[in-house]
């Protein structure tokens, strides 16, 4: 038997004393009874990306079996946009690898998420989840590569009471207790995370911090661990959902909508990528990038337009997307700059070893960061259908490693300089512009869909239903018509606070 070490935080491998990948319905079924669970719920994702729950009394050994062996029926009409009302009856069935003990129940209760499953025990191809399975399947068996991932989910909360020791507005990156009200909060919500299963790279406050009508708005960022995009995808709604129920017990309210006030950073939800072939990271070597990763880069600068219908889906998300507020406008991609669409972030090759020269005393060698590589996209905000997005990362990697002249796009769009400075305005004016409303992102998904349809990743009803929902929010013109008008702009933000 594989050992987990016992500094791992997900207490229910701990217990099973086994890696969560290789948990089995024989192990639930063990851990349930020795445990004396008392519930079970069965949690899947909706259309509109929220965590939805089915709870169970466990009441015999058999019943529980049955459960996790065949899952329970729901209203897929109630659940999903693309899932008829004549034949909407489907499975969920628990994937037992994400089973986690709920720590907001006053009773024991094991949570897992599902799959969606048709009639006939079939996948469902238009559920997210699936979609985001089939992208993954595809990439390896074109390429041979899989794609890692992990989100960066800035969230601020909402305080409603000034604080003795206030921050100063947009000055609030990395700063400490006791002038960040919300890190208790954050790190509460890292350490219940952990014990859940979700990969955790680190979190600290968040440059916003805005004092308006008595109330305290204060930012801050969870960022998640590597993980493959199907598991990365499950530990963001997991991560949402967690914040949302530990800011209810404290009594304040969590929001990760992409603008939450006129002139004051709005939440993005930035996802790094790394690609692998057999556990090695193809993204550089020895602290250069590779042909893959330029050729990568070239697949998420030309989707780039159509990629806004997963990652930034409401009005409001294109009141975050203007210059100077820590968020991108133009399609372009930049080492380590931060005004680029896609930034390679600073690594850890080629640096020698840092932490023997800060530590004389240290003798042995340090460890490797040398598989940490990623390429970053900073476009897409906290109203992301992840399980889309993330699929669709996939696509645009496959599309970027079978495009002839990817090598040139992305010669040609790289970028060295600020792409907001008005001395470089030339640079700027020379680069395609991102869509400026779900209307442009609508349009862009439709006129890029053969790329997203191919190998029947995305069904046609995915598409097809992504692009309605955008043109029905009629925003076309939205940024120019509320700049400067307080009223309306605080109108729309009010509306879309809680999204998804």
Same mark, same amino acid.
Request: glycine residues 8%; contains cysteine; hydrophobic residues 40%.
């Given at each position: ?16 004393? #086994?890696? %969560? ?14 445990? !004396? ?14 965590? #939805?729950?089915?709870?169970?009394v466990v009441e015999s050994e058999a019943q ?44 024991? !209760? *094991? ?15 238009? &559920?997210?989840?699936?979609?985001? *399975? ?42 400490? &207790? ?26 600290? !406050? ?12 204060? %930012? ?128 850890? %090759? ?28 900073? &476009? ?20 970027? *490693?079978? *495009? ?35 209307a442009q992102s609508a349009a862009a998904l439709?006129? %890029? ?19 309605? #929902? ?31």
């Open positions: 038997m594989t050992h987990v070490m016992k500094t791992s935080g997900h207490a229910v491998a701990q217990y099973l004393d #086994k890696p %969560q990948s290789e948990i089995t319905r024989q192990d639930l079924l063990r851990y349930v009874k020795e445990n !004396s669970i008392e519930f079970v719920q069965l949690r899947h994702v909706g259309g509109d990306g929220r965590l #939805k729950t089915l709870s169970f529980l079996d049955r459960l996790l062996s065949g899952g329970e029926r729901v209203d897929g009409s109630s659940l999903l946009p693309y899932v008829e009302t004549a034949s909407s009856d489907l499975y969920v069935v628990p994937r037992y690898r994400t089973a986690f003990l709920n720590p907001f129940t006053p009773y024991p !209760s *094991l949570d897992m998420l599902c799959t969606y499953y048709t009639g006939m025990g079939e996948r469902l191809a238009v &559920s997210p989840e699936n979609v985001l *399975l089939k992208s993954q399947e595809v990439l390896k068996e074109k390429s041979g590569l899989t794609m890692d991932a992990l989100g960066e989910l800035e969230y601020y909360v909402v305080f409603p009471e000034r604080h003795l020791y206030p921050l100063n507005p947009q000055r609030g990156y990395h700063e400490s &207790s006791p002038f960040s009200r919300g890190e208790a909060m954050r790190n509460e919500v890292m350490k219940t995370l952990a014990k859940a299963g979700v990969s955790i790279k680190y979190g600290h !406050s968040e440059v916003g911090s805005i004092c308006e009508n008595g109330s305290v708005m204060e %930012q801050h960022e969870i960022e998640l661990g590597l993980a493959p995009i199907e598991d990365a995808a499950d530990h963001l709604v997991i991560a949402m959902w967690m914040l949302r129920m530990v800011g209810c017990k404290e009594g304040v309210a969590v929001t990760f909508a992409p603008k939450i006030s006129a002139g004051h950073a709005g939440n993005g939800m930035h996802v790094h990528t790394r690609l692998m072939r057999e556990g090695t990271n193809v993204i550089s070597v020895d602290g250069e990038l590779t042909d893959i990763a330029k050729r990568v880069i070239a697949g998420y600068l030309t989707l780039a337009p159509s990629l806004t219908a997963f990652g930034n889906t409401i009005p409001t998300s294109y009141l975050r997307l203007v210059p100077h507020q820590e968020a991108p406008t133009h399609i372009c991609w930049g080492d380590r700059n931060r005004s680029a669409l896609i930034r390679v972030p600073l690594g850890w %090759q080629k640096i020698g070893d840092m932490a023997r020269d800060a530590n004389p005393q240290q003798a042995v060698a340090s460890a490797s960061h040398a598989d940490g590589q990623t390429v970053e996209i900073r &476009s897409p905000d906290g109203s992301a259908q992840v399980y889309l997005l993330l699929a669709g990362l996939a696509v645009a990697a496959r599309h970027g *490693l079978e *495009l002839e002249n990817a090598l040139d796009v992305a010669a040609h769009q790289h970028v060295g300089v600020n792409v907001f400075s008005a001395e470089h305005g030339d640079v700027r004016d020379s680069l395609p512009h991102l869509p400026v409303s779900c439709l006129d %890029q869909r053969a790329v997203y349809e191919q190998d029947d990743v995305f069904p046609p009803a995915v598409i097809d239903v992504t692009a309605a #929902k955008l043109r029905s929010y009629n925003d076309e013109g939205l940024t120019k018509r509320v700049k400067g008008n307080y009223e309306e702009m605080a109108r729309m933000i009010e509306k879309y606070l809680y999204c998804p």
